[in-house]
């Protein structure tokens, strides 16, 4: 009886140590990911944190020029401001600052242009004003843009507009020739305003109640 004690007891100690080291192994093969998944971790990682850097970098940018103009965050008031002014790649438009951070994508690839703006005439703030009034909105803000250098049949172009918020009605109109032609709109989020483009020229960023196909 003893001895078949005894062998069972060592059965049960024999199956039990085989759980445990085949766990052991399993766990470890879990935890020991291979150098191509490591280095793949380790650069989507580096990617989403240049990605931050990135926001904070023209979060901090937008807040320093918003100082200096001294200005609100563009709610669409019933002010028409005449006189914006440009300060490096910024127009402060009534206290909207509005500029362009890159990552265009140029005839449908991504690029690492960024547009150059500058605030228009004072002559195109009063067509810009005067077409906001007859679309039955505000002029949010108003920039001419330039990219020295570079051509392109077609530009997404993505611009911060401070102010603007989620649910915000932005219709975009550009200035070609003696009218002003309205853009197609890709994406309106808080503070951008993404916008698909053809050439370049003076820009009119108007907040309607209702977004409308309309050429002036």
């Avoid at 998944?37 to 650069?43: H, P, V």
């Avoid at 990682?45 to 965050?73: F, P």
């Avoid at 438009?93 to 449908?108: A, L, P, S």
């Amino acid at each position: 009886m003893k001895k078949i004690i005894a062998l069972a007891l060592a059965s049960v100690l024999f199956v039990t140590s085989s759980i445990c080291v085949f766990a052991a192994d399993e766990v470890s093969s879990v935890q020991s990911p291979t150098p191509k998944e490591i280095m793949e971790k380790l650069e989507e990682l580096e990617k989403e944190n240049a990605e931050l850097r990135k926001s904070i970098s023209d979060l901090t940018k937008a807040v320093q020029a918003r100082n200096k103009g001294g200005g609100g965050g563009g709610g669409g008031g019933s002010s028409k401001p005449s006189a914006p002014s440009s300060d490096g790649n910024y127009v402060n438009f009534g206290g909207t600052m509005t500029y362009q951070g890159g990552k265009i994508e140029i005839n449908g690839g991504k690029s690492n242009v960024t547009f150059t703006i500058k605030a228009p005439a004072g002559g195109t703030i009063t067509s810009a004003n005067s077409l906001a009034g007859k679309v039955g909105g505000n002029l949010v803000s108003c920039i001419e843009t330039s990219s020295p250098g570079v051509a392109f049949s077609t530009a997404k172009v993505n611009f911060f507009v401070s102010g603007v918020q989620p649910g915000d009605n932005i219709a975009v109109y550009q200035a070609q020739g003696n009218n002003w032609v309205q853009l197609p709109v890709v994406e309106i989020r808080k503070d951008h305003v993404v916008v698909n483009m053809t050439r370049h020229g003076s820009i009119a960023f108007i907040r309607v109640p209702v977004l409308a196909s309309i050429t002036q």
